[in-house]
């Protein structure tokens, strides 16, 4: 998972339009299988979160993969505060998020968030910026008490890209 921001907000749009063509591109590596964005307007928390289903972490050393990875031109936009990849597992791929579900996303230092019915999937951080030991992630449906969500710390992200 990689998750960013934009210090310039207003260029947002055409940060949008770059990352459909990002992520086409990423899928092209070998070893990754899907890649996705979601957006958030949870407070304090990275507006943009881009999800990825990795084969192994061999991945982020294939030559072609090094070559078109990051955030090319838009990096010194890119609002630090906000800017973190991490490799987990604890899933197979990413989870199907219909365009009318939410997916809530909660970094823990132990597996140990219950909210009502929201079942969450621990995963276990395992590589790169390796910023929280633990996320969960759970796909919520419509009408899902998303103040709940924010009390206890958990980033609502709406899916951005099919």
Same mark, same amino acid.
């Given at each position: ?13 055409? %940060?949008?339009? %770059? !990352? ?37 972490? +061999?991945? *982020? ?26 490799? *987990? ?14 997916? %809530? ?14 079942? *969450?999937? %621990? ?10 030991? !633990?996320?969960?992630? +759970? ?24």
């Amino acid at each position: 998972m990689s998750q960013s921001g934009l210090l310039d907000r207003t260029r947002e749009a055409e %940060w949008d339009e %770059w !990352y459909v063509e990002h992520l086409r591109i990423m899928e092209t590596v070998d070893g990754i299988h899907s890649a996705r964005r979601f957006k958030s307007e949870s407070e304090g928390c990275p507006p943009s979160l881009a999800m990825y289903s990795v084969e192994a972490i +061999a991945v *982020f050393e294939d030559p072609y993969y090094q070559k078109i990875r990051g955030m090319g031109e838009w990096l010194p936009l890119i609002d630090r505060a906000f800017y973190c990849r991490n490799l *987990f597992e604890g899933m197979s791929v990413a989870p199907e998020v219909p365009a009318d579900r939410a997916l %809530w996303v909660v970094d823990r230092d132990t597996p140990d968030l219950v909210l009502g019915d929201v079942g *969450f999937t %621990w995963l276990i951080s395992v590589g790169l910026d390796r910023s929280t030991p !633990y996320r969960g992630i +759970a796909v919520v449906p419509p009408g899902a008490d998303e103040a709940l969500a924010h009390e206890a710390g958990v980033a609502v992200y709406k899916p951005f890209t099919p």
